[in-house]
């Protein structure tokens, strides 16, 4: 099965959320007003990709014909490295089947999860191969811990602010500070670690 884009994601929890709130499904006209698309047809293609990688059946007679085919849960959308920054994050299929708001995430379509490598975050009690789930949208705190896109390349560190800077800090001394050359993107901000403790 092919995975999901992170805006496929954002889609298809929003479509989720409707769904659970017992609201009929979006029309692409409300999932526009949402993401803030100027066209119909964006709306559309994301629909018609979710439906091709096996997310949702459409009735193309009715304008409200959503129906999910696959259990609902958080997108893990690949691995972010906690080490030095890497190139972009891989898409990849799997579910958690947690409810974000546990974890102080009201709004389900603006979260996600990615696998940690590396070990960059240890001073964080965040190892090689916990999952993160993350917020995306969320204003970070001086030392909240982030994915952040730091000159291109991906990285999970804790996002400092001081004297109107801001940088990147590992939580292990055999890291250097990330300081952006031109460019530093919050992609999210950390809320919940999940560990798989072996048998």
């Keep these: 099965m092919i995975g999901l884009t992170p805006t496929q994601a954002a889609v298809l929890a929003f479509i989720e959320d409707r769904l659970d709130s017992h609201a009929l499904p979006p029309t692409c006209r409300e999932i526009c007003a949402r993401f803030g698309y100027k066209s119909p047809k964006a709306a559309s293609d994301h629909l018609v990709a ?13 304008a409200r014909g959503i129906r999910l085919l696959k259990p609902r849960g958080i997108p893990v959308l690949g691995t972010i490295a906690a080490g030095l920054p890497a190139d972009s994050l891989a898409s990849r299929d799997h579910q958690l089947a947690i409810d974000p708001a546990v974890f102080g995430i009201k709004d389900r379509s603006n979260a996600f ?7 960059s975050m240890e001073g964080r009690s965040i190892f090689d191969g916990d999952i993160v789930m993350l917020e995306s949208g969320a204003t970070p705190r001086h030392e909240s811990v982030v994915a952040a896109l730091i000159d291109n390349e991906s990285t999970l560190k804790t996002f400092l602010r001081r004297d109107g800077k801001t940088w990147l800090r590992a939580e292990n001394p055999r890291y250097p500070d990330l300081i952006p050359a031109w460019d530093l993107q919050i992609q999210g901000v950390a809320r919940a670690v999940i560990r798989h403790l072996p048998p």
Excluded: I
């Excluded at 979710?50 to 009715?62: S, Y």
């Excluded at 999860?113 to 070990?119: H, T």
């Design 50 to 62: 979710l439906e091709h990688k096996g997310f949702l059946a459409r009735d193309p007679m009715r």
């Design 113 to 119: 999860a990615l696998r940690v490598q590396g070990d």
